[in-house]
């Protein structure tokens, strides 16, 4: 079985702040990680993905997740919020072998001027 | 269309109808996937297609639920006797082949509303 937790469901930070939205997951089988963004009335976009090799991954609009697994975490980050960053953020997880996804509950993100 | 499309962007049913919700993949990929949404919860899975066949379909609650792919590309997926439970919003992901680490492409989703 495989599940995904996020933690917070509601993440406010300042503009050009640090953003960090947390996400750990449990599979019984080595993991394929996603992170997903889905703006207001638009359909879920790939922001990054974990598969292998390099743990630290970058994806789409200036951010990039680390894959810990002695903490089973995927934690999405940016070093500097932008406004346009405003939207909900879902963690996934799929095991190999096995073509469905997984998703956490997600993340609403708010950027405050 | 480049992306993946779904008719209709809206759909209010009353409690007890049939439904029936449509899905265009991205040309070529012959891997499709349905998921539902509820309010303030991830996407949930349902039925994953590879080419005409459901290749799993563990993710469908009961049976008043059933999905289609007759020619391996567009689908349908039907809802009988619709129940206020099944309000959500069900997404429609695709991609190039099954397997591996292909991205899942989704489209904007049907909200369903059930009176």
């Known amino acids: 079985a495989q599940s995904v937790t996020q933690l917070g469901s509601h993440v406010s930070v300042s503009e050009g702040a640090l953003v960090l939205l947390r996400c750990n997951y449990s599979?019984?089988?080595?993991?394929?990680l996603f992170w997903y963004v889905q703006y207001p009335n638009q359909g879920l976009q790939l922001l990054l993905k974990?598969?292998?090799?390099?743990?630290l991954v970058k994806g789409i609009n200036g951010f990039e997740a680390e894959f810990k697994k002695s903490e089973t975490s995927f934690h999405l980050t940016k070093p500097s919020a932008h406004m346009s960053d405003a939207a909900e953020y879902f963690c996934?997880?799929?095991?190999?072998?096995?073509?469905?996804?997984?998703f956490g509950t997600g993340t609403r993100l708010t950027i405050i001027p | 269309g480049a992306g993946v499309s779904q008719t209709p962007s809206n759909k209010v049913t009353e409690k007890g109808k049939y439904v029936e919700l449509r899905c265009d993949p991205i040309?070529?990929?012959?891997?499709l996937y349905w998921y539902r949404q509820s309010l303030g919860q991830g996407p949930e899975f349902l039925i994953y297609?590879?080419?005409?066949?459901?290749?799993?379909d563990s993710g469908l609650p009961n049976d008043r639920f059933f999905a289609v792919r007759p020619e391996g590309s567009v689908s349908t997926l039907k809802i009988q006797r619709t129940e206020r439970g099944d309000s959500a919003v069900y997404l429609c992901?695709?991609?190039?082949?099954?397997?591996?680490?292909?991205?899942?492409?989704f489209g904007p989703g049907t909200r369903l509303t059930v009176l």
């Open positions: 992901a695709s991609s190039l082949n099954a397997g591996g680490v292909a991205e899942q492409f």
């Open positions: 974990y598969t292998t090799g390099a743990t």
């Open positions: 040309s070529g990929h012959t891997a």
């Open positions: 297609f590879q080419g005409t066949g459901a290749a799993d």
């Open positions: 599979s019984s089988v080595p993991p394929y």
């Open positions: 996934a997880v799929r095991s190999f072998g096995n073509e469905k996804l997984t």
